[in-house]
C-alpha cells in the first residue's frame, strides 16, 4: 500500500494511493497514519479490505498539499558516510560501524513544501535518501531477518545539511543537521510487502533540471537490515520511528571549488525508485 498524508501542514488527513493512481480518503476507516496505525495490524488490515473492494472515497488531487507521510514521528536517526562512492567523494575511509546522528521530527516537512536557507548560512547541502519507517518496537535484535520483519515500510528523504555548521562549528553534526525544513519526507509511505529488496532501489537528484545524484541502495556499506539490527542494540525503536540511511554519491560538498550549494531560487527534485518523487523551492529563512 501507499499512504500518505494529504491537505494544509498541521491539518493534514489521511489517504491511499491505489494502484490506478487515483487518491482515495482514508478518514473514514483510520484517524491518522502514525506509530500507532502502523503496528496495529487488525487497522492495517481494514485498509486492505476497503481499498481492495472499492469502497473508499476518491479525492480530488488538484491542488491538494501532500504533507508528510507520518505523523507524530518519535525520533529520526540518520545514518552518516553509508555509501562507498559517497564516502570516496569526500575523501572519507568508509566507517567501521554505521556513523550515527539524529535529527529532530519538527526538521520534517511535506515532499513538495519549501525548504528553507539559514541566515548566515553559504553551504547547505542536499542528500536523497531512502528512509526506513519502524512498524514494530525493536531491541536488541539478533538477525537481518529480524530486523526486517520490523520494519513497516519506505519512504524517500532529503537530508538537507549546512555543510559550515555540521563540520566548521565545533561538536556534533547536529548544528548543521537540525535547521528548519531540513527534511522533506515522502510524498508516500509505501508498506515493506511492496519493498521485496530495499537494497535494489535507485536515488536520484536534480538541481535546477541538472542531475547530481544518480546512485543505488546497493552502494550501502551497511545495509538496511544490518543498520536496523545495529541500531537496535543501542537504543530502542517504537513504531513511527524513521531512519535516514545515507546517501550516494553527488553531493555538492563532493564536487570541485566552488562547490555548487544550494541558493534561494533553485529548485531541487529526488526520488527513489518505487517510492515517489518531490520537488522543492529553496528560499531564505
Not at 10 to 19: F, K
Not at 24 to 46: F, H, K, Q, T, Y
Not at 186 to 211: C, F, K, M, S, Y
Amino acid at each position: 500500500m501507499k499512504l500518505l498524508r494529504v491537505g494544509e501542514a498541521g491539518a493534514e488527513r489521511p489517504a491511499l494511493l491505489d494502484d490506478e493512481g487515483i487518491l482515495r480518503d482514508l478518514s473514514g476507516i483510520v484517524p491518522e497514519i502514525d506509530g500507532g496505525l502502523l503496528a496495529d495490524e487488525a487497522a492495517l488490515g481494514r485498509i486492505r479490505a476497503a481499498a481492495g473492494s472499492g469502497e473508499l472515497p476518491a479525492l480530488d488531487a488538484d491542488g491538494l498539499r501532500i504533507g508528510p507521510p507520518l505523523a507524530r514521528i518519535g525520533k529520526i536517526v540518520c545514518i552518516g558516510l553509508n555509501y562507498h562512492d559517497h564516502a570516496r567523494e569526500t575523501g572519507a575511509e568508509p566507517p567501521a560501524e554505521p556513523v550515527i546522528f539524529f535529527k529532530a521530527p519538527d526538521t520534517v516537512v511535506g515532499p513538495n513544501d519549501t525548504v528553507l536557507v539559514p541566515r548566515g548560512s553559504t553551504k547547505t547541502d542536499w542528500e536523497v535518501e531512502l528512509a526506513v519507517v519502524i512498524g514494530r518496537t525493536a531491541r536488541y535484535l539478533e538477525s537481518a531477518e529480524e530486523a526486517l520483519a520490523h520494519v513497516a515500510g519506505y519512504t524517500v528523504s532529503n537530508d538537507v545539511s549546512e555543510r559550515e555548521f555540521q563540520m566548521e562549528r565545533g561538536g556534533t553534526w547536529d548544528k548543521g543537521k537540525n535547521c528548519e525544513t531540513f527534511n522533506p519526507l515522502g510524498p508516500w509511505l509505501v508498506t515493506a510487502d511492496e519493498v521485496p529488496d530495499p537494497q535494489n532501489l535507485p536515488l536520484r537528484l536534480w538541481v535546477n533540471g541538472e542531475l547530481k545524484q544518480n546512485g543505488t541502495t546497493a552502494e550501502q556499506i551497511f545495509p538496511v537490515a544490518e543498520v536496523v539490527r545495529y541500531v537496535s542494540r543501542f537504543m530502542t525503536l517504537y513504531p513511527g520511528d524513521v531512519i535516514n540511511t545515507g546517501t550516494p554519491a553527488g553531493v555538492a560538498m563532493g564536487r570541485p571549488e566552488p562547490k555548487p550549494y544550494l541558493r534561494a531560487g533553485d529548485v531541487v527534485e529526488l526520488e527513489v525508485g518505487g517510492l515517489g518523487r518531490q520537488r522543492q523551492r529553496v528560499e531564505n529563512a
